[in-house]
């Protein structure tokens, strides 16, 4: 069963626009991940937030954490093309990682 | 390149026949997970490794599924019977991982099992 929930499904944006997406759960969690997947290839880490954590920071990726509303959001500002990808969120909880169904994300030149 | 890497790229079945995966994680790593994805979905728990001893299996999984890691190092996947719906994206990841907690995931370029 899936515990993440990604919200929107899709989102499509001009480059040079900020993107955000956003994720909910349902258990307490350990930590919350997202991961970056590319049409047909394996997942790539981007960013780890642990549930004592309110706001991370990578680059041009911002994550906060509200473990009160069981919500996580993932912001990337200046998008580029090379960002168009899906996007997960993955809640580690009772030793496992439960994904979402993703957020497809598409920056338009 | 995330230094895990998936054997095939691609297979392409007859329903009944079986199949097998082969994924080698990163040589230090001492989890593995194997994992399942289907299109517009998010990758489906199949089951997971601490070094060669496999800690946790999908109830999800039929019995036709069965993982391997001997020697803690590489791991195969097999379907028996294979059907319409093992049609997926097999996905193996490894990670570092001393607590009861699942840190960072590196991913393998997953196999992709068509089943005629």
């Known amino acids: 069963s899936q515990q993440g929930e990604e919200d929107p499904q899709a989102l499509s944006i001009q480059e040079g626009e900020n993107a955000t997406m956003n994720c909910s759960y349902k258990?307490?969690?350990?930590?919350l991940q997202w991961y970056r997947q590319n049409s047909g290839r394996g997942l790539v880490h981007l960013i780890l937030?642990?549930?004592n954590e309110r706001e991370k920071h990578s680059g041009r990726l911002r994550v906060t954490l509200d473990t009160s509303k069981k919500s996580s959001s993932l912001l990337i500002t200046a998008s580029r093309a090379a960002d168009t990808a899906s996007y997960f969120c993955?809640?580690?909880?009772?030793?496992?990682?439960?994904w979402g169904a993703g957020t497809k994300l598409i920056i338009k030149p | 390149d995330t230094g895990v890497s998936q054997d095939p790229r691609h297979k392409i079945t007859k329903r009944g026949q079986n199949v097998t995966f082969r994924c080698d994680p990163i040589?230090?790593?001492?989890?593995l997970y194997w994992y399942r994805q289907t299109l517009g979905q998010g990758p489906e728990f199949l089951t997971y490794?601490?070094?060669?001893?496999?800690?946790?299996k999908s109830r999800l999984l039929s019995d036709r599924f069965s993982a391997e890691r001997p020697k803690g190092s590489f791991s195969t996947l097999e379907i028996q019977r294979t059907e319409q719906g093992d049609s997926a994206m097999y996905l193996c990841?490894?990670?570092?991982?001393?607590?009861?907690?699942?840190?960072?995931?590196?991913f393998g370029s997953g196999t992709q099992l068509s089943v005629l």
């Open positions: 258990t307490s969690i350990n930590n």
């Open positions: 990841a490894s990670s570092l991982a001393f607590a009861a907690t699942n840190e960072k995931l590196f």
């Open positions: 937030i642990r549930s």
């Open positions: 993955a809640t580690d909880s009772n030793y496992q990682l439960i």
């Open positions: 040589s230090e790593h001492n989890r």
């Open positions: 490794f601490q070094n060669e001893a496999q800690l946790e």
